[in-house]
């Protein structure tokens, strides 16, 4: 069985070293002590090697059934469900007034990630729900307020987000859901969703759907789109649970991976709903959501690289294949270990440079939704606005290719599924697709948030990473990181005036270059957060504060990415600079 240990000591060091998180001044961060945080950790590594872990392979083999209405889990999950919700890990981060633990989200997203490591199919049912709580907790009337979020915080009740319809999946525009207004103020909801995570399952005793439906007068496209909140069962005033509403599972999708996370096609015929938020702006509303459930899965993406990372470093001990070219290793043994090759090392520095790069840009990105939500911070909301496709799109994609990578390693034993490298393959490959699948963050990310605010925020990045540079680029011992980092923040900015001047002429030429782009961006966030732990890290050893082994560590872990990742920004800006004509050159009745 694969194994898994939380990644504490890494995870400490991005939250204590590199964010110095008590010194930040957001309203919360004074109680993330060392000593607190790092017990939270471990706590929850406990959880996740004893509860979570065990139950991945198992949940991926077994996956879910539905049978009379209703989806079966995998065999375990309702107790591992049980003992989520006991531990209190459910309400982490949600708001003390409706029974959350009002811990930052910082710490719910480093928790998260000890979990969907773990588990990600399983996270999931509890991922979602946060999802759900979040855009119910910032739009959602006082009533509504009381009477969902104490239960969806707890978990007893689970919540889900219902945007795809066959015909209208990106283009939500052309969805067909109809909420038609009700005499005692709520909506009859019509319509088909497909692809539904955890639409249906057995772990909660009711489940609150947030639907996007058309209600009348809205007009065409997504601007006549508004939000419900339609449960499973209806609540009465006292909180006891009512009728059956009239939304059913209609079946299952058998998919890639996430077996354990049930994929539903739902049934609205009539569905009491509620309106959330602003009539016709369900789009702003959904957003809340799905922007956290975007960061949420570009943490999927470098969690389960983690997951598949630490079973290929096993690996790499203990097969036996081949003689080190300098000299034999193991002389006593038949061969050397694999990871005396070079390129197994290649490998596995690929992996591990990506995920703790990742990791830190992730941690990043939610201490500027804190600083955001606690502070009022406009300028870290402009900035996680811009950064939030980079993190979905760029580490999914590099997650994905990172699993891969950790399924090399195990050479044809890789491929065979008793062995778990499969699974991590499989289970990372969705989130490429799910959440606005990655060439739409792309757009996203080229179309709509470079020009965000006149540019600001993007021009905000800049500065950042300027300043960094500034400051550090006579330290000697910082020019492995300040040099690559300097080079290819010119190629994104260079990348960046080549769609100002060439996109409004033809803005193909910028939508040819938006994958690119996101890509050319993901290098330069992670060289930048590298950047910033090589000097936590320099700065740790010339205190004399710390373990030496891990900062050197450290230190040989960023230099690596610089100078073997950061210089792929040339080769994106040499593609984006060749505009559209080479990727619009053939008709369409020439492929
Ligand atoms: C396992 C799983 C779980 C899911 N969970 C949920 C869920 O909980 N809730 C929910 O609402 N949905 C969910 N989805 C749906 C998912 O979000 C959609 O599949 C996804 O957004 C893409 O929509 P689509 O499949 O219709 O692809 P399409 O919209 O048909 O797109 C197909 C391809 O074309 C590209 N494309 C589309 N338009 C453009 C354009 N203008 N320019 C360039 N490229 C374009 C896309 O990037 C994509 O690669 C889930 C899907 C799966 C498979």
Redesign the pocket.
């Known amino acids: 069985m694969p194994v898994f240990n939380a990644p504490v000591q890494d995870i400490q060091f991005v939250l204590q070293d590199v964010l110095n998180v008590t010194a930040t001044g957001v309203p919360g961060y004074e109680e993330l002590e060392a000593d607190f945080t790092s017990a939270v950790l471990e706590e929850a590594g406990k959880v996740a090697r004893d509860v979570l872990a065990p139950l991945n392979a198992s949940g991926d083999a077994e996956g879910c059934v539905l049978e009379n209405g209703t989806v079966r889990t995998p065999k375990g999950f309702d107790a591992a469900f049980a003992a989520m919700k006991d531990g209190g890990w459910t309400a982490l981060d949600c708001d003390p007034e409706y029974g959350g633990q009002g811990l930052p989200y910082l710490m719910g997203t480093a928790v998260g990630e000890i979990f969907v490591a773990a588990n990600m199919a399983f996270n999931m049912y509890q991922g979602?729900t946060h999802g759900a709580y979040s855009a119910i907790h910032t739009h959602g009337t006082d009533a509504q307020k009381a009477m969902y979020l104490p239960k969806m915080v707890s978990c007893e009740w689970t919540g889900?987000?219902?945007?795809?319809e066959p015909h209208?999946?990106?283009?939500l525009g052309m969805m067909r859901t109809k909420a038609e207004p009700q005499d005692d103020g709520s909506y009859a909801i019509t319509g088909q969703?497909i692809?539904?995570?955890?639409?249906e399952h057995d772990l909660a005793d009711n489940i609150i759907h947030l639907v996007l439906a058309k209600a009348p007068g809205g007009g065409d496209g997504t601007k006549g789109i508004s939000l419900f909140i339609v449960p499973k069962f209806l609540v009465n005033e006292d909180g006891s649970l009512g009728d059956r509403n009239g939304v059913s599972v209609g079946s299952i999708?058998h998919?890639m991976g996430?077996h354990a996370n049930a994929?539903c096609v739902m049934n609205y015929d009539g569905a009491k709903g509620w309106l959330l938020g602003d009539l016709h702006k369900g789009m702003k509303a959904m957003f809340t959501m799905m922007n956290e459930a975007r960061l949420g899965v570009g943490l999927q993406g470098y969690a389960v690289a983690e997951a598949a990372y630490q079973n290929a470093v096993v690996y790499a001990r203990e097969r036996l294949q081949g003689r080190d070219v300098t000299g034999a290793k193991n002389p006593d043994g038949p061969a050397d270990p694999l990871i005396v090759h070079p390129d197994i090392r290649r490998a596995l520095m690929d992996q591990k440079s990506f995920v703790e790069g990742a990791r830190a840009f992730t941690f990043w990105g939610a201490h500027l939704i804190d600083r955001s939500v606690r502070m009022g911070d406009a300028d870290a909301e402009g900035l996680i606005s811009l950064m939030t496709p980079v993190i979905k799109g760029f580490q999914t994609d590099k997650g994905f290719e990172m699993a891969v990578q950790a399924q090399q390693i195990w050479g044809g034993h890789g491929y065979i599924e008793e062995n778990g490298m499969s699974q991590f393959v499989r289970d990372a490959r969705?989130a490429q697709?799910?959440?606005?699948?990655?060439?739409?963050q792309a757009?996203d990310l080229v179309g709509r948030k470079l020009a965000q605010d006149g540019g600001k925020h993007v021009m905000a990045f800049f500065e950042i990473v300027k300043t960094f540079i500034k400051e550090h680029q006579d330290d000697e011992q910082m020019k492995p990181f300040t040099d690559p980092l300097k080079a290819a923040s010119k190629d994104l900015q260079a990348a960046a005036m080549y769609f100002m001047q060439n996109g409004v002429k033809n803005p193909n030429n910028a939508?040819a270059g938006s994958y690119d782009f996101m890509h050319m961006m993901g290098h330069v966030c992670l060289g930048l957060m590298w950047a910033r732990m090589g000097k936590a890290a320099l700065d740790g050893l010339a205190a004399g504060r710390g373990d030496t082994a891990f900062l050197e560590t450290k230190i040989a872990t960023g230099r690596y990415y610089m100078a073997r990742h950061l210089p792929a920004t040339g080769m994106h800006l040499a593609r984006i600079e060749s505009g559209a004509d080479p990727v619009m050159a053939l008709a369409a009745d020439a492929f």
């Open positions: 979602l889900t987000m219902n945007l795809t209208a999946g990106t283009d969703k692809f539904i995570s955890a639409g999708e998919k996430i994929t969705i697709i799910y959440e606005g699948a990655n060439g739409i757009l939508l």
